[in-house]
T-cell receptor, first 118, second 112 residues
Framework: AQKVTQAQTEISVVEKEDVTLDCVYE???????LFWYKQPPSGELVFLIR??????QNEISGRYSWNFQKSTSSFNFTITASQVVDSAVYFC???????????????FGKGTKLSVIP | KAGVTQTPRYLIKTRGQQVTLSCSPI?????VSWYQQTPGQGLQFLFE???????NKGNFPGRFSGRQFSNSRSEMNVSTLELGDSALYLC???????????FGPGTRLTVL
């Protein structure tokens, strides 16, 4: 069975600090996808990034960056110069194909609650 | 383009009752997935529908069921409600498999 571990339950940082959210995953699949989602207090999950298992290039999008390391089964997320609006729960997720049916489901980590203090 | 919509946003039911939740995916999206979110278990996959067919189901009892209509709208039903069914139920749609899933705002169900 697949598993996603987000060891950090809660993190608090002061505005403008950098923060890294850790994600470690387990899978037997050779082809898989990793995702990060943000859940603000409103409750709606907001897609941030999708990365397939064959693409280990790091990605940067504005203040967000992601570090994918297959050797350590990690897909970490860094927010540079954090802002109050970044306060949310962040989820890491791993895809899993269901018995070759062409259907995929996401296995989510427990989430990391980030609080950015002004 | 309108996002994923879910109705109702809030529900209060009592044990033993049944409930139906509705999800309208983004126009053109044919895959609809449902997830349950609770403080204890986190986000858990319920089921996925594509072209009116349930292709995949998570580890939930038979009290949880769903369906998808020809316009891709989906409903999920929970019968004989238990206190532990209190949760945020999230619906997500995607154009094709493994494309980014767009989530709706959720339906918060409280079972008393």
């Amino acid at each position: 069975a697949q598993k996603v571990t987000q060891a950090q339950t809660e993190i608090s940082v002061v505005e403008k600090e950098d923060v890294t959210l850790d994600c470690v995953y387990e899978t037997r699949d050779t082809t898989y996808y990793l995702f990060w989602y943000k859940q603000p207090p409103s409750g709606e999950l907001v897609f941030l990034i999708r990365r397939n298992s064959f693409d280990e290039q790091n990605e940067i999008s504005g203040r967000y960056s992601w570090n994918f390391q297959k050797s350590t089964s990690s897909f970490n997320f860094t927010i540079t110069a954090s802002q109050v609006v970044d306060s949310a729960v962040y989820f890491c997720a791993l895809s899993e194909e269901y018995s070759g049916a062409g259907s995929y489901q996401l296995t989510f980590g427990k989430g990391t609650k980030l609080s950015v203090i002004p | 383009k309108a996002g994923v919509t879910q109705t109702p946003r809030y529900l209060i039911k009592t044990r033993g009752q049944q409930v139906t939740l509705s999800c309208s995916p983004i126009s053109g999206h044919r895959s609809v997935s449902w997830y349950q979110q609770t403080p204890g278990q986190g986000l858990q996959f319920l089921f996925e529908y594509f072209s009116e067919t349930q292709r995949n189901k998570g580890n939930f009892p038979g009290r949880f069921s769903g369906r998808q209509f020809s316009n891709s709208r989906s409903e999920m039903n929970v019968s004989t409600l238990e206190l532990g069914d209190s949760a945020l139920y999230l619906c997500a749609s995607s154009l094709v498999e493994l494309e980014e899933q767009f989530f709706g705002p959720g339906t918060r169900l409280t079972v008393l």
